[in-house]
């Protein structure tokens, strides 16, 4: 995945801040089912070109964002633009700028994929023949060739995604919309479509993305914005997000008051929790073998014993939450660690 | 890497308009028929049913009730042939539900409503693939019947007048049902609006005249559309009084396909857009 991985960050580099022309802007954008609010002002800005991911737990409002850029859902108030069209007021000119590849697998699973792929051209206005050729291009390079024969009901969780990424590719539209790309995938497939949504960026597309998982937002995106009770919590590249965000634990518990007391000593920082009554420190960090061995190796060095080491990952929720309030941070953290 | 090597892609341009509204819509309806066509001849358990119902049926009604039903006519089979046509194909039209709800409910519409196509054109592809499929189930009826010794005595005057009335009733069922596919929130919802379309003729003076029932239940099927149209095919193909029963039967058709239609559409915006 490196490969995959290393592509967003040299774009990153060069157009993270971006001055290209927005792609997609949003400004106020609502949205209530009855008493609940599901978007309150949502103001975005995604530049042409780059690939922006929408994070969110299960419910934040993702899909309605999708479905309200996409026409498919009027906002109560606010606007929203692809490339400069009204979504609301000329929902046909923004189509024109955009294809949609929605949460569940939108194929014909009676057709094969090339029928698929030339019913979708067809429709798409590129004619019989023009259908014909970009399909069998989208076929092989999404991998399809073999494939292209069989009924899609046939197709793998993976394989049908693929085709549905292809799909989306189909008339070759400035800006791709992809509603939770690998939710309900196993990490194999998860990887293989991964690599299908860096080859739709070598087209040179803007991809509007939404995800449920913080590595996935991190291997594609140039740019993620975190959607938290309706509002845009955390605006940002990668890289910037995860120096605000809740990091891996390692917690120390001592046995003595003096081990506890010279070990604080030794790792005082900012960012360590001491718990002078249950003598434990926790110290945020990568959590990898390299951060133990040398939390071990110092303490080790100075005499002073742990009666117990764990480590304690950040969850979606901590993550969001520490977004949102770093105070509200460390409380969860105390509440995730009071139940283990 | 420089800025300029990065620089996005500008926008795509408008299609170029080389053909007019008319010609992309009629297109797009096209290709979404050919869909609808794959899809049915594929689906070979519905296929089975299109090609066993009719023919079963016919045996049924002539072979086993038709030695005790007495219609006023010499032969039961000539009473009963409009009947079964319009149970297969009503039956057939009623399937258009099922298809219409698994679009709804499996992620395609939102493609489709994503496209700069005509938002009806899947619709109509499938009202219009169930116009195909039920000219076909109703050959074969046809057929079956021909070879059990059904002797029609229309013209081809008649036999026109008639294929006309069964068109308008597979239109009608049709999009009846298209609605109720809309309606439907699950497949199995909408095949529950089948068996009532099934149920349909046999409270109607399709397969026993309406004068054997009990009053209340005379009034229903006198005054329901199925018995009107019965009359009417049955009329033209026979040559038996058509009564009256033509105006009425072509009233009920065009009123249920203009009113199905309408609200087809209408749901069809609004359901798409939640």
């Not at chain 2, 009629?26 to 070979?44: E, N, P």
């Amino acid at each position: 995945m490196n490969a995959t991985a290393a592509a967003p960050r040299a774009r990153a580099a060069a157009k993270a801040v971006g001055t290209g022309p927005a792609a997609i802007a949003t400004a106020g954008l609502r949205k209530s089912y009855g008493a609940v609010t599901v978007l309150d002002g949502i103001d975005l800005t995604v530049r042409a070109g780059t690939v922006f991911a929408l994070l969110g737990p299960n419910g934040a409002g993702k899909t309605t964002m999708v479905r309200i850029l996409t026409t498919l859902l009027p906002p109560d108030s606010g606007t929203a633009a692809v490339f400069g069209a009204d979504v609301v007021r000329t929902p046909e000119a923004a189509r024109r700028h955009f294809s949609l590849t929605g949460q569940y697998a939108a194929v014909d699973e009676l057709l094969t994929g090339e029928e698929n792929l030339v019913m979708m051209g067809r429709l798409n206005h590129l004619g019989g023949a023009g259908a014909r050729r970009r399909a069998a291009e989208l076929l092989d390079r999404f991998d399809l060739v073999d494939a292209r024969k069989r009924r899609v009901r046939t197709y793998s969780g993976g394989m049908r995604r693929r085709l549905d990424l292809a799909i989306s590719l189909i008339a070759d539209p400035p800006v791709i919309f992809l509603d939770e790309p690998t939710t309900g995938l196993d990490p194999r497939s998860r990887r293989a479509v991964w690599a299908a949504i860096a080859r739709l960026v070598e087209s040179g597309s803007t991809i509007f993305l939404t995800t449920q998982y913080l590595e996935e937002a991190d291997q594609l995106a140039d740019r993620v914005a975190v959607l938290h009770g309706g509002r845009v919590v955390a605006d940002g590249t990668p890289a910037e997000l995860k120096d605000g965000m809740a990091r891996t634990l390692v917690e120390l518990r001592f046995a003595a008051d003096d081990a506890y007391g010279a070990a604080a000593a030794l790792l005082s920082g900012p960012d360590v929790r001491a718990e002078p009554e249950s003598l434990v420190l926790r110290v945020p960090g990568a959590g990898d073998a390299a951060q133990v061995k040398h939390l071990l190796d110092l303490l080790e060095a100075h005499d002073v014993h742990i009666s117990r080491l764990t480590l304690s990952e950040p969850t979606l929720d901590e993550v969001f939450l520490s977004l949102t309030d770093p105070a509200a941070h460390h409380s969860a953290a105390d509440t995730n660690q009071d139940a283990t | 890497m420089t800025a300029t090597a990065t620089a996005p892609p500008a926008p795509a341009p408008p299609p170029p308009p080389r053909h007019g509204r008319l010609y992309w819509a009629a297109a797009d309806t096209g290709v979404m028929i050919v869909r609808s066509l794959r899809q049915v001849a594929r689906q070979t358990d519905g296929l089975l049913i299109a090609v066993i119902l009719p023919v079963t049926l016919m045996l049924l009604f002539v072979y086993v009730f038709g030695g005790a039903i007495s219609t006023g006519t010499d032969a039961y089979i000539d009473y009963v042939v409009p009947g079964i046509i319009l149970l297969c194909s009503g039956y057939g039209a009623a399937l258009t539900a099922v298809s219409v709800t698994a679009d709804m409910t499996e992620g395609v519409i939102d493609r489709f409503r994503t496209l700069p196509i005509m938002s009806s054109a899947v619709l109509i592809g499938h009202v219009v693939a169930s116009l195909l499929r039920n000219t076909f189930s109703t050959l074969l009826v046809l057929g079956t019947a021909l070879l059990m010794g059904f002797d029609p005595k229309a013209g081809p005057l008649e036999w026109l007048g008639a294929a006309g009335v069964l068109l308008l009733f597979v239109l009608a069922m049709s999009w009846l049902s298209v609605v109720f596919g809309l309606l439907a929130k699950s497949q199995e919802a909408a095949g529950g609006f089948t068996f009532f379309v099934l149920f349909l003729p046999y409270v109607s003076s399709a397969f026993v005249p309406t004068d054997t029932m009990p009053a209340a239940l005379a009034f229903f099927a006198e005054n329901q559309p199925i018995t009107p149209v019965t009359e009417s095919v049955r009329a033209l193909l026979m040559g038996t009084p058509i009564d009256g029963s033509l105006l009425p039967a072509i009233a009920w058709l065009t009123g249920i396909t203009v009113v199905s239609y309408t609200l087809a559409t209408t749901l069809f915006r609004r359901r798409a857009a939640r």
